[in-house]
Nanobody
Framework: QVQLAESGGGSVQPGGSLRLSCAVSVDIFRINTMGWYRQGTGNQRELVATISSGDTTDYADSVKGRFTISRDNAKNTVYLQMNSLKPEDTAVYVC????????????????WGQGTQVTVSS
């Protein structure tokens, strides 16, 4: 059973910073992508940022230049450093993990965390 343990959410004023962490409980997927999605009230879930096992990153246009995704492979953990936060960043942030055990033809597995609330308000 793969589990994703998220931490780091909270409340912050506009312009503030938060750092989210997500630790994956297993280390058997040689090819994988870790990332964060978010869902605000009444909105669909949207991509925030992803990082592959080859360290390729992808960001939503709305967070480019403000958010930085990184990973520590020794700890099976992905981080999302969020700076210059805006009220529109308020959402539940959910960790996502997609992986293949050995090659690109191996079955794709996908897992989601429980989500952590981020609130940006004055």
């Amino acid at each position: 059973q793969v589990q994703l343990a998220e931490s780091g959410g909270g409340s912050v004023q506009p312009g503030g910073s938060l750092r989210l962490s997500c630790a994956v409980s297993v280390d058997i997927f040689r090819i994988n992508t870790m990332g964060w999605y978010r869902q605000g009230t009444g909105n669909q879930r949207e991509l925030v940022a992803t990082i592959s096992s080859g360290d390729t990153t992808d960001y939503a246009d709305s967070v480019k230049g403000r958010f930085t995704i990184s990973r520590d492979n020794a700890k099976n953990t992905v981080y999302l450093q969020m700076n210059s936060l805006k009220p529109e960043d308020t959402a539940v942030y959910v960790c996502n993990f997609r992986g293949r055990i050995s090659t690109m033809t191996s079955p794709l597995y996908e897992y989601w965390g429980q989500g952590t609330q981020v609130t940006v308000s004055s």
